[in-house]
């Protein structure tokens, strides 16, 4: 059993920048994470994901460039640094984690954070 922490949200200005960290209960360098967010009114999307080792990391073209996923597995803790922040951005951010391979798809993950928010006012 993975238990999943999100921190950092808050609010912003457009442009500003914000760091989400999320921290395990227990080990998790066999674990592929994500970061997934949902907006009001909107379906859950998937943001980003990294492997197990942090090697391999893929984005939603959405965030590309101006996010970046990152994890220290000796903190059993994965951060999503977000960069040029926008008013769509605006959303509850959760991280998840599934055993093996990383993966785009929400179905695919075991456990789920609470979520944070994230405002970007205009």
């Known amino acids: 059993q993975v238990q999943l922490v999100e921190s950092g949200g808050g609010v912003v200005q457009a442009g500003g920048s914000l760091r989400l960290s999320c921290a395990a209960s227990?080990?998790?360098?066999?674990?592929?994470m994500g970061w997934f967010r949902q907006a009001p009114g909107k379906e859950r999307e998937f943001v980003a994901t990294?492997?197990?080792?942090?090697?391999?990391?893929r984005y939603a073209d959405s965030v590309k460039g101006r996010f970046t996923i990152s994890r220290d597995n000796a903190k059993n803790t994965v951060y999503l640094q977000m960069n040029s922040l926008k008013p769509e951005d605006t959303a509850v951010y959760y991280c998840?984690?599934?055993?093996?391979?990383?993966?785009?798809?929400?179905?695919?993950?075991?456990?789920w954070g609470q979520g944070t928010q994230v405002t970007v006012s205009s």
């Open positions: 998840a984690a599934r055993k093996s391979i990383s993966s785009t798809l929400i179905g695919a993950y075991d456990y």
């Open positions: 227990g080990r998790t360098d066999s674990y592929a």
């Open positions: 990294i492997s197990t080792s942090g090697v391999n990391t």
